[in-house]
């Protein structure tokens, strides 16, 4: 079982409650593979959450192949999760995951992720426009790719290092006491021993969302950030607000937007990962406040949508969707 199926299972797993249609229908011809299974139930046994079981059941595979075994209910397990995972939870089975990637051993053998006295070399991971990513680092760091984002990971004896080039990503990092984790973002450094969090890297502005843990952020100054806090820094000044209503996972990585009251400009910028074609927003319409909650895997039906509820016109030209006034 290599590491790249695990890898696909723990993402399967960590998304299984939240699918669409289609991607329930994608779930069902990769588990039809036996190598796949295998690593899916692996992966879900570690998670103990009968509700996996459910949404297993509720894929058409599970009706019309016999040959697949319901999961069985880890009667030890007291902890319901719900939506899946809390973050804090993650990074252990990035390890197992990892763990049971490698060549069976002895019981009497301790398993180790990666070793400490040693380099590993830089490792660029990116997600292309309109699809997210999943990768698991050797030190069990679990890293989740949001659309059209790019970075670079070196994990060192004494220090582990991101350097985050544009987009956003979700990070689930693994308890190292003796190897900080750190993330460049350009003039913004974040720094973490283990915790979950959200970074987002724009042009002119990172934002850091913390799910669990603490977080240190640095630009001009210096703060700590605590769930549910956010951190927005904009030309090293760093502003930091608390949002009781966050998510336990950024609502991105199911594949949607929830809007509140956030300006037409924002929406447009997350749509704008999932669309190959340019999003151009006339300037008088950027602070536009919308509502709604729309899909990021079909932006311009998204955009239709939007277009149809404000009075706004979308044009469609040449590799470009163009939002103005009617």
């Keep these: 079982m290599n590491e790249q199926t695990l890898e696909q299972a723990a993402d399967w797993v960590d998304r299984v409650n939240d699918l669409n249609e289609d991607e329930s229908a994608e779930l069902s011809l990769w588990l039809k593979q036996p190598e796949n299974k295998a690593a899916f139930d692996r992966v879900a046994k570690i998670f103990g959450d ?38 804090a939870s993650f990074s252990a089975i990035a390890f197992m995951a990892y763990w049971f990637s490698l060549p069976q051993q002895e019981a009497s053998i301790t398993p180790t992720i990666a070793s400490n006295d040693k380099f590993e070399p830089a490792k660029a991971i990116s ?51 003796k190897r900080p984790f750190i993330i460049d973002s350009g003039e913004t450094n974040i720094t973490v021993l283990g915790t979950s969090f959200d970074v987002q890297h724009n042009e002119n502005k990172v934002v850091v969302t913390v799910y669990e843990g603490k977080v240190k952020v640095n630009a001009n100054d210096t703060v700590t950030l605590i ?27 199911t594949g949607w937007i929830e809007a509140e009251k956030e300006t037409l400009d924002s929406i447009v910028e997350q749509l704008q990962r999932y669309s190959n074609d340019k999003i151009k927003l006339d300037s008088k319409l950027r602070n536009t406040i919308i509502s709604g909650r729309f899909n990021l895997e079909t932006p311009k039906q998204s955009l239709m949508l939007i277009a149809d509820a404000y009075n706004l016109k979308l044009e469609e030209r040449q590799n470009i969707l163009l939002i103005s006034r009617i």
């Design 50 to 87: 009968p509700s996996i079981d459910k949404a297993l059941h509720n894929l058409h595979i599970y009706h019309n192949d016999t040959s697949i075994t319901p999961l069985k209910k880890n009667a030890n397990k007291q902890k319901s999760f719900h939506k899946i995972a809390i973050a």
């Design 127 to 177: 997600a292309p426009i309109g699809k997210r990513v999943s990768k698991l680092l050797t030190d069990g760091t679990y890293l989740h790719l949001n659309a059209g984002s790019e970075l670079t990971a070196k994990l060192q004896p004494n220090v582990r290092k991101v350097v985050l080039n544009k987009g956003q990503v979700f990070f689930d990092v693994a308890k190292d006491k």
């Design 227 to 253: 769930p549910p806090q956010k951190a927005v820094v904009v030309d090293g000044r760093i502003t930091v607000t608390t949002d009781k209503s966050l998510e336990q996972l950024p609502l991105w990585r």
